[in-house]
């Protein structure tokens, strides 16, 4: 299944930070903001987390989670998040199945988005994501769609 805006979003099940399995599903009921991202410890990408990261609790006010995946394992996420102090599971996709149901392989991550709303449909996509001001263009979305 391919990620499609007002379609159910693609279910996955993949690794957290702790090794644990976590399902898309296992987030209805809450606001997914999911994103995709190339690499752990990178500027572009630690900016990226931190900018989410300074602005959790007001996408926890939106009822909305935040979860990051790349294609780093699992040992790599827990380095990055204890550095970062990142308070949000990230997901190790090291076979880049799910960055492809999602459209966002293409022999590495194109970094992007997806707002999945509380009964699991795709609300927005955003693509080829700029990281400066991203975070607030998200938070934006999910103020105007609540």
């Keep these: ?25 296992d987030f209805r009921g809450e606001h997914v903001v999911l994103y995709f ?4 410890m990178t500027p572009g990408c630690t900016n990226e987390a931190c900018d989410f990261r300074d602005n959790k609790e007001k996408f926890s006010d939106l009822d909305a989670v ?19 102090d990142l308070p949000f599971m990230l997901l190790a996709d090291e076979d880049h199945q799910v960055a492809a149901d999602y459209g966002v392989w293409d022999g590495g991550i194109e970094r ?7 009964e699991g449909n795709l609300q927005k996509t955003f693509r080829n994501v700029k990281v400066d001001g991203h975070v607030e263009e998200a938070l934006s979305f999910l103020r105007e769609a609540s």
């Design 112 to 118: 992007s988005t997806f707002i999945i709303d509380k």
């Design 66 to 84: 935040i979860v990051g995946i790349s294609p780093d394992p699992v040992e790599s996420h827990q380095k990055f998040i204890d550095k970062h």
């Design 37 to 40: 991202y190339p690499k752990d």
């Design 1 to 25: 299944m391919r990620a499609e805006e007002g379609k159910q979003a693609p279910e996955f099940t993949l690794p957290n930070q702790n090794g644990e399995q976590v399902n898309l599903s």
